[in-house]
């Protein structure tokens, strides 16, 4: 969501997954603490305005909010215990595992991850 929002290489891609889920022909999904990380990290690089806007957008489309639950964070601390992937990074390879989902990224931290977890790289 980060590089969609930036504008970075990968956009495109991005941009094209949120239209066919729009469409019905994919299902997205998202736990709270990567929501509340692309919230951070848009306030700090372009300010509380845009952080609102950018999680009114994330609404707008049909990704399904995963709560995070204590089977989720244990399963990102083993993770987190094991790689240096990035915490949060965690959370979103745990919950992709847990349901039995793909992590769609650019982020060349996820390489360690595979094959434990699929990866579905936008560039």
């Not at 889920?21 to 372009?46: D, F, H, P, Q, T």
Request: charged share 25%; with cysteine; aromatic share 10%.
């Amino acid at each position: 969501m980060l590089c969609f929002f930036y504008a970075e290489s990968g956009s495109e891609k991005v941009k094209n997954v949120l239209l066919n889920a729009r469409e019905g022909s994919i299902e997205l999904l998202m736990n709270w603490v990567n929501i509340g990380e692309v919230y951070y990290s848009v306030y700090r690089k372009l300010g509380k305005v845009d952080a609102e806007n950018a999680i009114s957008l994330m609404k707008s489309y049909p990704i399904r909010r995963i709560d995070v639950t204590g089977e989720i964070a244990l399963a990102a601390a083993r993770l987190k215990a094991t790689f240096s992937t990035a915490y949060a990074d965690c959370f979103a390879a745990a919950t992709a595992k847990l349901l039995s989902a793909a992590v769609l990224t650019g982020d060349p931290e996820f390489k360690a991850l595979e094959p434990g977890i699929k990866v579905e790289w936008i560039s």
